[in-house]
């Protein structure tokens, strides 16, 4: 009975695979389908996170007012084509515009500021006044080739009291570089034409004289005196 068993049951697997075998193969398909879904969700995973570090966005930079502005505009061009252009250029021009406006307010305070000063310096004035004076009389003096008279106006050093009084004013009134060169340029071309002027040298006391007179001309300009002195 026993063996007849045996047999019955052997009919139900085929020759080849055994009970346990196929106990084995049905264990092993089941793991594999298993680790298949594992793997399949790891990777949808790594994909997952890929495109998201890819489609992350840039830091962001630090944008000034008028780069922000910029910004802007260049996001309506991109959206509404070159129907935004008057716009856009309207915008880029009030911009310039409050620029150009800080730019004249600070202009003028500056200029209020220097004429505070000059009504102010009344001495001063008269100083430069003197100068005028002097260098239209040492100017005929040498257009008639009279270097003596020229000589007696300049008081033969550069340390004469008109002198000495004109760097009074100029100190107390030249802010600007521009201003600064002109009163050296003054001052060394002055000591050249003294020197000129002691020698009896004509020619060379004229461009020297040329040189002074056209230097305290520019200073005065740019001090804003030129409408303040007589004679200019």
Do not use: H
């Not at 084995?24 to 879904?37: E, N, P, R």
């Not at 996170?49 to 991109?78: D, H, M, Q, W």
């Not at 033969?156 to 570089?177: C, M, Q, R």
């Amino acid at each position: 009975m026993a063996t007849a068993f045996l047999s019955t049951a052997n009919s139900f697997f085929p020759s080849s695979i055994s009970p346990s075998t196929s106990s084995s193969c049905s264990s092993s398909s089941s793991s594999s389908g298993t680790a298949l879904v594992y793997l399949n969700n790891q990777n949808v995973q790594r994909r997952t996170l890929c495109k998201a570090f890819n489609e992350s966005p840039p830091p962001t930079p630090a944008l000034t007012k008028r780069g922000f502005s910029l910004c802007f505009i260049t996001s309506l061009v991109l959206a509404a084509g070159n129907g935004c252009s008057n716009a856009i250029a309207a915008i880029l021009e009030a911009d310039d515009d409050e620029e150009l406006l800080e730019k004249v307010k600070k202009d003028r305070k500056k200029r209020l500021e220097r004429q505070g000063v000059i009504s102010s310096s009344g001495q001063e004035k008269g100083y430069l006044q003197d100068v005028v004076y002097k260098l239209s009389e040492i100017g005929q003096a040498i257009d008639n080739n009279d270097l003596s008279t020229a000589s007696s106006v300049l008081g033969g050093s550069p340390d004469t009291e008109w002198v000495k009084n004109a760097n009074i004013a100029f100190n107390k009134l030249s802010s600007s570089p521009e201003e600064k060169t002109q009163v050296e340029t003054f001052n060394s071309s002055l000591a050249s034409l003294i020197s000129s002027v002691t020698k009896n040298d004509v020619e060379s006391s004229k461009v020297a004289f040329v040189t002074s007179a056209t230097a305290f001309e520019k200073w005065t300009t740019l001090t804003g005196l030129v409408g303040q002195l007589k004679g200019l």
